[in-house]
């Protein structure tokens, strides 16, 4: 499913116009970015949280030039589903 299908599936939903829900979504979306980019995580009770994980620093390799590199330490986004979100899809049944 893309952004667009979500914006039209909760357009038709609440009969609310495509371009105001359009930008609900984008400022969402935004709230959820800058959120995890000042250090914050974002929880959504029943749905998930979303965080940041600290990957450590690592060697790795330059194989066109067959050399090593250091890949610096960095964070990165994570999305842990709620327990009620992963049981209702698993048992749902197709």
């Known amino acids: 499913m893309t952004k667009a299908e979500i ?3 909760i357009a038709s939903k609440t009969n609310i116009e495509k371009v105001a829900v359009q930008q ?3 400022a969402f979306m935004d709230a959820v ?3 995890l980019a000042n250090g ?3 929880y959504l009770r029943g749905f998930g949280s979303f965080t940041t994980k600290r990957r450590a ?4 390799r330059n194989i066109s030039k067959n050399t090593t590199i250091i890949i610096p330490a960095h964070n990165i986004p ?3 589903p709620a327990k009620t979100f992963v ?3 698993k048992n749902k049944v197709k």
């Open 78 to 80: 994570a999305f842990k």
């Open 7 to 9: 914006v039209a599936e």
């Open 57 to 60: 620093e690592k060697t790795g």
């Open 87 to 89: 049981n209702e899809v």
């Open 33 to 35: 970015k800058n959120s």
């Open 40 to 42: 914050e995580n974002v």
């Open 24 to 26: 609900t979504v984008e």
